[in-house]
């Protein structure tokens, strides 16, 4: 049995990386800076950022879905909503049954400047790529923090389905004839970004009403 679950998860992750092209040295690199970063998080605190950050998804998700789309845009609006509230019920089941724990509580949300009824289509969107981007980027920052493999896997399908919403945003924008960062396609980029969970706690708490 693993005595230090710490090196095993840098050795998953290293694999990860390698098998992604990213040279020995240099995914080694951002193995170690990530599991140095984990200190003091644990497997529950992950669960519950991911569980806030998932609130904020099913709340825009609801509100854009105020604004006019096309149809098509409106279709996978409302699937994703749906993807989203499994999330949610999803980590509140791990979080009361296997850890026997608390629930983090469901915040109210606010967007600044940006009201839906009657919002730009594109500045919904463009909201939206900023928010899956940042989930997207927090998953992959948790997951070689997490140490419960049940957990590690659940994250890693949840990012995978994030990026599948990132990459159908980004169409949207495009069938309205707006602009995307970098290619001007539907997935634009070949390596997600991963954030560190006290990035993505700042980014989520920007949405959350005071």
Request: aromatic content about 8%.
């Amino acid at each position: 049995m693993e005595k230090h679950p710490q090196r095993m998860v840098r050795r998953q992750f290293v694999k990860v990386l390698t098998a992604a092209g990213l040279s020995l040295a240099f995914a080694r690199g951002l193995a170690g800076q990530a599991l140095a970063q984990s200190k003091g998080v644990s497997d529950l605190d992950i669960l519950n950022l991911a569980l806030t950050a998932e609130y904020l998804a099913t709340d825009f998700y609801t509100r854009a879905l105020m604004v006019p789309f096309p149809g098509e845009i409106r279709d996978y609006l409302a699937e994703a909503l749906k993807h989203e509230e499994a999330h949610v019920q999803a980590l509140r089941d791990t979080i009361s049954g296997p850890f026997k724990a608390t629930p983090v509580a469901r915040p109210q949300f606010a967007y600044g400047d940006l009201r839906f009824e009657g919002a730009s289509r594109l500045k919904v969107l463009e909201t939206l790529i900023a928010l899956e981007t940042a989930f997207t980027g927090a998953y992959l920052g948790a997951i070689p923090l997490i140490q419960n493999k049940a957990v590690l896997s659940a994250a890693a399908s949840i990012a995978m389905n994030e990026e599948a919403h990132l990459a159908q945003a980004r169409d949207a924008v495009l069938e309205l004839g707006g602009k995307v960062e970098g290619p001007q396609t539907p997935v634009g980029r070949a390596f997600a970004q991963a954030i560190t969970p006290e990035e993505a706690t700042k980014a989520v708490q920007g949405f959350i009403r005071r």
